[in-house]
């Protein structure tokens, strides 16, 4: 695709054109026969043309409607493309797949990059794994573990939901325009609901929220009016501990243990 379309501040515009990263994404992302092969965000088509012409059909979801007609050009001839021009957060996944789970990939706009993650937790039974490129920051985030300082809601949410598989770094230079920090690529992939345990999806959301809403807090405070000492007792947490202290497990126990108003 040309390069004269000038990437847009507005929607968090960073080409990738640095052709090692480009085929090592492709390669994390593996498109099998009888795939289906869904992207966010194909900007100028540095993934999209690699996928196509190794998977032969794909969707892609794009917002700018300067780089619809680019993208459609792109593909004559190489495969079969579908562009869906919408607001990512507007799609709904589980419609998209209409029963047949599908492999999202994509370099997320750094800008709404935690939005699009729970947005795609919201369908995760329509999704078979995702592969992005993120800020690193984000996905240092995504994948840390209790005790971490960068360990908050999104690294629960997501571990809760997904396993969570950071792949490699990507600098700077392989952007343009060049970000200010450095990015990465890391794979989701959707757990068996029947392995979660989670029995009430908004009530484990709302406590973890609370949780790290005041992480210097004692959870006692911090769930103050969220949990009781009963749930906290039938949970095996100490309302001493601070959410940065607590897995993913244990704040999955303290959501479904049941307080004294409940029982």
């Given at each position: 695709?040309?390069?004269?379309?000038?990437?847009?501040?507005?929607?968090?515009?960073?080409?990738?054109?640095?052709?090692?990263?480009?085929?090592?994404?492709?390669?994390?992302?593996?498109?099998?026969?009888?795939?289906?092969?869904?992207?966010?965000?194909?900007?100028?088509?540095?993934?999209?043309?690699?996928?196509?012409?190794?998977?032969?059909?794909?969707?892609?979801i794009e917002f700018d409607r300067d780089l619809v007609g680019p993208l459609a050009a792109m593909a004559e001839g190489v495969g079969e493309l579908?562009?869906?021009?919408?607001d990512v957060l507007k799609v709904d996944f589980t419609a998209l797949a209409a029963g047949t789970p599908f492999k999202l990939a994509g370099n997320l706009p750094y800008n709404i990059s935690s939005p699009i993650l729970f947005h795609a937790l919201d369908h995760a039974a329509a999704?078979?794994?995702?592969?992005?490129?993120?800020?690193?920051?984000?996905?240092?985030?995504?994948?840390?573990?209790?005790?971490?300082?960068?360990?908050?809601?999104?690294s629960v949410m997501l571990q809760a939901y997904c396993q969570v598989q950071p792949l490699f770094v990507v600098p700077p230079g392989a952007f343009r325009p060049p970000p200010k920090v450095h990015s990465a690529v890391v794979r989701l992939v959707p757990r068996d609901p029947a392995t979660v345990g989670i029995d009430d999806r908004a009530r484990f959301a709302d406590v973890v929220r609370a949780?790290?809403?005041?992480?210097?807090?004692?959870?006692?405070?911090?769930?103050?009016?969220?949990?009781?000492?009963?749930q906290f007792a039938a949970a095996g947490v100490s309302a001493d501990a601070r959410a940065e202290q607590i897995d993913v497990a244990a704040f999955i126990r303290l959501a479904n243990a049941k307080g004294v108003a409940q029982d």
């Open positions: 695709m040309s390069t004269s379309h000038a990437p847009k501040k507005s929607l968090g515009q960073n080409f990738l054109h640095e052709r090692a990263y480009i085929e090592r994404i492709v390669q994390a992302i593996d498109p099998q026969p009888g795939d289906r092969l869904v992207e966010i965000g194909p900007g100028q088509g540095a993934i999209t043309l690699p996928l196509l012409r190794r998977h032969g059909a794909l969707t892609v579908t562009i869906v021009h919408r999704i078979r794994d995702m592969v992005f490129m993120l800020q690193k920051e984000v996905v240092d985030r995504m994948g840390a573990a209790p005790g971490s300082k960068v360990y908050g809601r999104l949780a790290f809403g005041q992480r210097r807090k004692t959870l006692r405070n911090a769930l103050n009016g969220v949990c009781d000492a009963a």
